[in-house]
Protein backbone atom coordinates (compact mmCIF):
# COMPACT_ATOMS: atom_id res chain seq x y z
CA UNK A 1 0.00 0.00 0.00
CA UNK A 2 1.29 3.25 -0.51
CA UNK A 3 1.39 6.18 1.69
CA UNK A 4 -1.15 8.08 -0.62
CA UNK A 5 -3.67 4.86 -0.31
CA UNK A 6 -2.77 4.62 3.68
CA UNK A 7 -3.73 8.35 4.14
CA UNK A 8 -6.91 8.18 1.75
CA UNK A 9 -7.80 4.85 3.93
CA UNK A 10 -7.28 6.88 6.93
CA UNK A 11 -9.46 9.44 5.87
CA UNK A 12 -12.19 7.30 5.31
CA UNK A 13 -11.96 5.91 8.67
CA UNK A 14 -12.40 9.04 10.27
CA UNK A 15 -15.54 9.77 8.79
CA UNK A 16 -16.79 7.57 10.20
CA UNK A 17 -15.14 6.70 13.64
CA UNK A 18 -17.17 7.24 16.66
CA UNK A 19 -15.78 9.79 19.14
CA UNK A 20 -13.75 7.03 20.99
CA UNK A 21 -11.42 6.31 17.90
CA UNK A 22 -11.42 10.09 16.54
CA UNK A 23 -7.65 10.57 18.42
CA UNK A 24 -5.98 7.65 17.41
CA UNK A 25 -6.78 8.00 13.78
CA UNK A 26 -5.72 11.76 13.81
CA UNK A 27 -2.77 10.75 15.22
CA UNK A 28 -2.02 7.77 12.23
CA UNK A 29 -3.21 10.29 9.85
CA UNK A 30 -0.86 13.30 11.35
CA UNK A 31 1.98 10.92 11.42
CA UNK A 32 1.31 9.26 7.62
CA UNK A 33 0.55 13.34 6.34
CA UNK A 34 4.56 13.83 7.78
CA UNK A 35 5.72 11.12 6.25
CA UNK A 36 4.95 11.80 2.85
CA UNK A 37 6.01 15.37 3.71
CA UNK A 38 9.64 13.77 4.58
CA UNK A 39 9.48 11.68 1.50
CA UNK A 40 8.22 14.34 -1.04
CA UNK A 41 11.27 16.92 0.79
CA UNK A 42 14.19 14.30 0.32
CA UNK A 43 12.98 13.58 -3.54
CA UNK A 44 13.03 17.09 -3.70
CA UNK A 45 16.70 17.69 -2.24
CA UNK A 46 18.14 14.66 -4.55
CA UNK A 47 20.08 15.95 -7.67
CA UNK A 48 18.72 15.35 -10.78
CA UNK A 49 20.26 12.31 -12.76
Known amino acids: MTLENHIEQLR ?3 RNADPAERAQIEAE ?3 ARAELVALIAAEDAEPPH
Open 12 to 14: AEL
Open 29 to 31: LEQ
